[in-house]
């Protein structure tokens, strides 16, 4: 992103309507891709724990003891994508939406959480 706002001023002929042109299309295209980026989540089964990352924010990370989680629902809200929610033991809920994961993949995540004993609630599937 940066490299094209400094292509756009060391441009020649480069005028301020090309710079204000440029910054337009710029925040024309991280807006949308911010928005959606919240939908690309996806999870890790490892000995203790569950994992949610996201692709896009690649350094966010959630992790949950399976001690620390009361509850797991695969759901799909109206008209969204297949989602996952998290209910800990003090009831708390997190939401992770997860548009990049398969039917296929979900169905190995359910069964891949029953294997760890995990309390899964399934609406979606």
Do not use: C
């Amino acid at each position: 992103i940066l490299l094209f706002i400094i292509i756009l001023i060391m441009l020649p002929g480069n005028t301020q309507k090309n710079i204000v042109g440029g910054a337009l299309a710029l925040i024309g295209f991280t807006i949308p891709a911010l928005a959606v980026s919240r939908n690309f989540n996806y999870f890790i089964i490892t000995d203790g724990y569950l994992v949610i990352k996201n692709t896009i924010w690649f350094w966010r990370k959630h992790a949950y003891a399976f001690d620390n989680i009361h509850e797991v629902v695969i759901e799909r809200p109206s008209k969204g994508v297949l989602s996952l929610s998290v209910i800990t033991t003090n009831f708390n809920s997190h939401f992770y939406p997860a548009s990049s994961l398969n039917n296929k993949t979900w169905q190995l995540f359910y069964k891949a959480l029953k294997d760890k004993s995990i309390s899964i609630r399934n609406e979606a599937l």
